[in-house]
């Protein structure tokens, strides 16, 4: 069964709102997560690292003012798209490790922004 | 820097056969470590196998094995015995450093994917 759970599957927002995704570690804990977006034929491209009780970490280029990253418990980690755009339509997807050679991924999240 | 090259952009395959999916990296690192996703249309990744770059013999999970030969830097992914379901994407990716406790950061860079279909 699913180890790294993400909701929702699918979202589709209005232009100018927000909209919120979630990640979940199903039983165990993660200290980090990690948030990819991948653009549809493309390849998976790392956004942020979401570190429990302290500011996320985010890659070179990606805008942390638009893509809000919350990792308030060793469970959870969210990601909010603030004032989206339909340029922000993608797949979202989370990753975070339970054993050192195992790294799960979440189930994905398509955005569209209309 | 490091980077994952993957030149088969698609494959074809035929039911029951085996088939060889490429992957090449380039580190400077010492320590790190490789792994092969499956990505169904439905977009989930799902883990298929590991190979850490000090590990001495080559991964093998049930119908999938890798290839890993540390000289030529190249760690391919076999699948045994084709079936239907194995029809997807795959993605070859790395991390650097081999055990959490030996500073892996847990981010993975991906190559740019094989879609893989295979015919009955």
């Known amino acids: 069964g699913a180890v790294v759970s993400q909701h929702p599957s699918r979202v589709i927002c209005k232009s100018g709102t927000s909209v919120k995704i979630e990640c979940r570690s199903l039983?165990?804990?993660?200290?980090?997560m990690f948030w990819y977006r991948q653009f549809p034929k493309q390849s998976l491209m790392l956004m942020a690292t979401?570190?429990?009780?302290?500011?996320?970490?985010?890659e070179q280029g990606v805008e942390k003012d638009k893509f809000l990253i919350n990792h308030a418990s060793l469970t959870l980690s969210t990601l909010t798209v603030t004032s989206a755009h339909p340029e922000d339509s993608s797949f979202y997807i989370c990753?975070?490790?339970?054993?050192?050679?195992?790294?799960?991924f979440g189930e994905g999240s398509w955005l569209t922004v209309v | 820097a490091q980077k994952i090259t993957q030149t088969q952009p698609g494959m074809f395959v035929q039911e029951k056969e085996a088939v060889t999916l490429d992957c090449t990296y380039d580190?400077?690192?010492?320590?790190?470590?490789l792994f092969w996703y499956k990505q169904p249309s439905s977009g989930e990744m799902i883990f298929l196998i590991y190979?850490?770059?000090?590990?001495?013999q080559n991964a093998t999970e049930g119908r999938y094995s890798l290839n890993f030969q540390k000289a030529r830097k190249s760690a391919n992914l076999v699948i045994s015995a084709s079936q239907l379901g194995d029809s997807a994407m795959y993605f070859c990716?790395?991390?650097?450093?081999?055990?959490?406790?030996?500073?892996?950061?847990?981010?993975?860079?991906f190559g740019t994917g094989t879609l893989l279909a295979v015919q009955p």
């Open positions: 990716a790395m991390r650097e450093g081999t055990t959490y406790y030996g500073g892996a950061t847990n981010k993975l860079i």
């Open positions: 190979q850490g770059s000090y590990d001495e």
């Open positions: 580190t400077s690192d010492q320590s790190y470590g």
């Open positions: 990753s975070a490790t339970k054993e050192w050679n195992t790294i799960y």
């Open positions: 979401s570190n429990e009780g302290s500011k996320a970490t985010y």
């Open positions: 039983d165990f804990q993660a200290t980090t």
